[in-house]
């Protein structure tokens, strides 16, 4: 699962919705919250800046990177591998494919069937993404009496001024627009003034659906 929001410009993400190519527009200002599973590509323009969140994996998970037959969602070539880095480790499996016999002909290979993938693919309708002002701006009210709001609904595996958080017995102060990460196991104390709005994201591989 990986939220997106737009802090500068529009997006593309395309996706594969119960079997079919799908362009999501993420406008400036606009979250996103993609089901986990989903076969996805982000497409970028220069110029612009997109926050993705997103938990680290698991060793026992595992991401493709998959090329497509043009005009189908037959897949042509894909590897799997444990993402660790992936401005290194994609630039190899995109070479490999590029020199690949599945690129050269546009036809999988007959010679290297494609295996199953290690889970089943979802087959969720994605959501429409909202922007982020807006809806803060619709439940002013309930942040204000200190209520916890949930932004996206329990259909997925997630729950919802100035503030400063003192960890490991240092203070980081946290004005508009600021972010701060959090490793695990790290213990906190996280302190917000009244009029204080936040995006929590906390995310615990313990909570993962069996598939």
Not at 72 to 92: A, H, I, K, M
Not at 112 to 121: C, D, E, R, T, V
Request: net charge neutral; aromatic share 10%.
């Amino acid at each position: 699962m990986k939220l997106f929001y737009q802090v500068r410009g529009d997006m593309v993400l395309k996706v594969i919705e119960n079997g079919k190519h799908k362009d999501v527009h993420i406008r400036q200002g606009e979250m996103f919250l993609l089901p986990a599973r989903i076969p996805h590509s982000p497409q970028r323009q220069a110029n612009t800046v997109g926050l993705v969140i997103e938990r680290r994996r698991l060793h026992s998970e595992t991401d493709g990177l998959r090329y497509f037959v043009q005009d189908s969602t037959d897949v042509l070539f894909e590897r799997w591998f444990y993402c660790e880095n992936l401005g290194t480790q994609l630039v190899p499996i995109i070479n490999e494919f590029m020199a690949s016999k599945e690129n050269e002909t546009g036809k999988p290979d007959p010679a290297k069937p494609i295996q199953p993938a290690p889970f089943p693919m979802n087959t969720m309708i994605v959501m429409t993404p909202f922007c982020f002002r807006d809806w803060v701006e619709k439940q002013k009210s309930t942040l204000a009496s200190g209520k916890m709001v949930d932004m996206f609904g329990a259909q997925f595996e997630t729950e919802e001024g100035t503030s400063s958080i003192i960890m490991n017995a240092k203070e980081f102060s946290l004005a508009a627009g600021d972010c701060l990460l959090i490793f695990g196991e790290t213990k906190y104390q996280w302190n917000r003034s009244q009029d204080c709005v936040a995006l929590y994201v906390a995310q615990d591989p313990d909570r993962k659906r069996p598939w």
